[in-house]
């Protein structure tokens, strides 16, 4: 039982739950603001409610479950609330929050809601796009109609479902962190107390979940062929800067002249032109040619673009709704990799090059902030995360030059 504030300096209590509800699935604690600033005021509401909610908490059966205690304590709260504003006046006010109303609202009404705040985020299309599609596939799946519908036990069904439904690792972890960033946002307005998705845990497969990357010899056997050296010198100039920058096809396929300088030699990823996006604020970045790829060949291939009067570096054009720079590009690539043998399905893609970029970083013992860095990952360790310096881009440039391919 703590009486605590908030960065903003708004009083609030924390009770801790019993060790028998938390082993059923309960949440670890319960935060109730007690909205107020004053730290007299908030020591006689801190009183109110513990009086009312530590009985409650410590004596509830958990065999009621979960949904019954959400419920009570709810209304508790709200009894609670009433009372401070009969009271006196409060810096900040408190919100009402009507059980009948928000029972009127189906779970789409909030989940559209969520979609337009996710909006503004500066998120691509594609990326709100799959956010809806996913959280929606949860909806469906557990034929939730309302908010309160959303607990652990159906949360963790959901996880069950996902299991048995045979998709990749990946894709059933996109689903859960979907779907947990709107439960997230429900709790933060007050429709959920207790987040569904806190304790459930997909299993790691190893080796199987990792990420397709080309070997030595299927990049020989790619860049060493006919079609690719028949192939358009955009084409060729894409496929190497993504295997020696390990950068996204979309990333690589909307560069602009001005955004590879020469003179400094650096890369640079950016959504500057009105057309150009990113996946994330860590996808913009600056970062070194490699020297594989800063030759004459490269070189002449910017200057006659430049003197046609260009604006890109390449002719690829963004297409539909998500704004798709890469689509051009990776359906070249398919069809080169048929005509070399390569089996639809189980070979590895243009992403890949990606991939193989990170994995011989790793390869080579590279400090992963670094590697984090040169390809556009958010790095949320604790250490680097929070207090590392973003490194220059001269000391960049000793660790992407270690990477070559005898291709």
């Given at each position: 039982m703590y009486l605590l504030k908030t960065a903003s300096s708004t009083y609030?209590?924390?009770?801790?739950?019993?060790?028998?509800?938390?082993?059923?699935g309960f949440p670890f604690d319960v935060k109730v603001s007690l909205f107020t600033k004053n730290r007299?005021?908030?020591?006689?509401?801190?009183?109110?409610?513990?009086?009312?909610?530590?009985p409650f908490i410590h004596d509830f059966d958990p065999s009621q479950g979960l949904t019954l205690f959400q419920k009570l304590l709810s209304e508790k709260i709200e009894k609670i609330r009433a009372t401070f504003q009969d009271k006196d006046v409060i810096s900040i006010p408190a919100k009402k929050t009507s059980k009948s109303h928000q029972?009127?609202?189906?779970?789409?009404?909030?989940?559209?809601?969520?979609?337009?705040?996710?909006?503004?985020?500066?998120?691509t299309a594609l990326s709100v796009h799959q956010l809806k599609t996913r959280c929606q596939h949860f909806i469906k799946t557990m034929s939730v109609k309302v908010v309160s519908d959303m607990t652990?036990?159906?949360?963790?069904q959901y996880r069950e479902q996902l299991l048995k439904q045979q998709r990749s690792d990946k894709t059933n972890r996109d689903y859960i962190a979907a779907i947990s960033q709107f439960c997230s946002w429900c709790i933060a307005h007050e429709l959920l107390i207790v987040h569904p998705f806190q304790h459930v845990k997909l299993p790691r497969k190893n080796g199987q979940s990792a990420r397709a990357r080309w070997t030595p010899s299927e990049l020989k056997r790619v860049f060493r062929s006919g079609a690719f050296k028949d192939a358009t010198e955009q084409f060729q100039f894409t496929c190497l800067l993504m295997l020696y920058h390990g950068c996204r096809p979309g990333e690589a396929c909307q560069l602009s002249i001005n955004d590879?300088?020469?003179k400094s030699k650096i890369l640079r990823f950016s959504d500057q032109l009105p057309e150009q996006h990113l996946k994330n604020p860590a996808s913009k970045r600056e970062i070194p040619l490699h020297q594989a790829v800063l030759r004459e060949e490269f070189i002449s291939y910017i200057s006659k673009r430049r003197a046609q009067g260009h604006r890109m570096l390449f002719d690829y054009r963004p297409?539909?709704?998500?704004?798709?720079w890469s689509k051009q590009f990776t359906t070249h690539f398919g069809r080169l990799l048929s005509q070399l043998g390569f089996p639809s399905g189980s070979r590895p893609t243009a992403y890949s090059f990606r991939h193989t970029f990170i994995d011989e970083m790793k390869q080579k013992n590279i400090s992963e902030h670094i590697t984090?860095?040169?390809?556009?990952?958010?790095?949320d360790r604790i250490t680097y995360g929070h207090y590392g310096k973003t490194l220059d881009i001269e000391t960049l440039r000793e660790y992407i030059n270690q990477i070559s391919y005898d291709i």
């Open positions: 609030y209590t924390r009770i801790c739950l019993p060790k028998l509800l938390k082993d059923k007299s005021n908030a020591v006689q509401r801190h009183i109110m409610v513990l009086s009312e909610l530590h029972k009127d609202k189906s779970i789409n009404h909030y989940l559209e809601r969520f979609i337009e705040v996710k909006a503004l985020e500066k998120l652990p036990s159906t949360a963790i590879v300088c020469l297409l539909g709704d998500s704004l798709n984090a860095q040169i390809v556009g990952h958010t790095y």
